[in-house]
Structure formats: C-alpha cells, structure tokens
C-alpha cells in the first residue's frame, strides 16, 4: 500500500511474483526493509535473556562472503513465518520472533550485515525437531543464493561442539541432542 498507493491493478499483477519469489506469507506481503529495526526492549520482551527451565536453545548461524542481495533475508523471513502453525510475536526490519506448532517452540531470526542467526527454544528434542525444519528453510534459500554462503554452525547453550547444518539435517533430534553435549 506504501509503495504502490492506491494502484490495486499493480498490486495484484505483482502478487503472484511476490509469491513465487518468497516475499509473501499466508497472503501477506513483507518488505521488512520498510519497517523500523527492533529496538532492544521490543526483543527483550518476546525473546527473555533466560532460557526456561527445562528448556534447551539451539543457535543456527550462517555468514556470508558479502551483504547479502535484497531478496534473500526477506525470502528466509517469509519462510519463516509461513512455517505450519506459526504466530508472529515480533516482526521488524531485522529480526523476527514467532512460536512454532503446538509443542511450544519460539524461534528468532536476527539479520546483521553480513550474517543471519536464528535461535530456537523449546523441550530439548522438539528444540531440535525445530531446528531440523528451520535448516530446511535455510536450505531451499541457499540453494537460491548458494555463492553467498561461507560458513554455517548449528550448536546450543550446552555444546561442547558446533554442528554443521549437513548434520542437522542427516541425524534424528535424539542423535543431535546427544551429538551437541558430547
């Protein structure tokens, strides 16, 4: 609506595009680039510094050789949100928070300059259960972008050790819960 004013024929010439390219969600269009960063007391209150007790968070980090092209964060935020059962709790220019299903997982998705990090909270299984479809994700995007990627960890609080997110994707969540501890 901003940016095509009143223009209804435009939008709706344009809307299939948005959809195949992976800049629309449940029939929402996104430009995350128009919309204002996440002021720390807006993250704070979606995203607490504690994990809950119980509870296991699982950080999912890619950088890249250079900033990445316009397309690619916006296409990983509308997967993101078009995940099965998903409630967006927080939603700005660079970071987004949404619970995940019915098992109660939160996950957040942080855009920097030249990397992307997406944590994942919930019961320790699920937490990794989680993880293995947000690496999917990530996947369908760099097989888009592939050039950008340089490197790619997958760990939690607890780690003795990173993870690849070839792992993630090869092992059942009980095999990287015990993977990731050691």
């Not at 901003?2 to 029939?27: R, V």
Request: proline share 8%.
């Amino acid at each position: 609506k901003i940016l095509l004013g009143d223009n209804m024929a435009t939008f709706n010439s344009l809307l299939p595009l948005m959809k195949h390219f992976g800049l629309c969600y449940s029939g929402s269009v996104i430009f995350p680039t128009e919309l204002p960063p996440a002021q720390p007391d807006e993250v704070a209150r979606c995203w607490p510094e504690v994990v809950p007790s119980g509870g296991e968070e699982i950080s999912v980090t890619i950088e890249y050789s250079q900033e990445p092209p316009l397309g690619l964060p916006e296409t990983m935020v509308s997967r993101l949100l078009s995940m099965e059962q998903t409630t967006c709790r927080l939603l700005t220019k660079d970071t987004v928070v949404v619970h995940v299903g019915e098992n109660s997982e939160d996950v957040m998705y942080r855009r920097f300059a030249t990397s992307e990090e997406i944590r994942i909270r919930g019961e320790p299984e699920k937490a990794w259960r989680q993880a293995q479809a947000v690496v999917k994700e990530i996947e369908a995007c760099r097989d888009e972008f592939p050039a950008l990627y340089t490197s790619n960890r997958v760990g939690s609080e607890g780690a003795s050790r990173p993870l690849s997110i070839e792992a993630v994707k090869r092992h059942v969540p009980e095999d990287l819960l015990r993977m990731s501890r050691g």
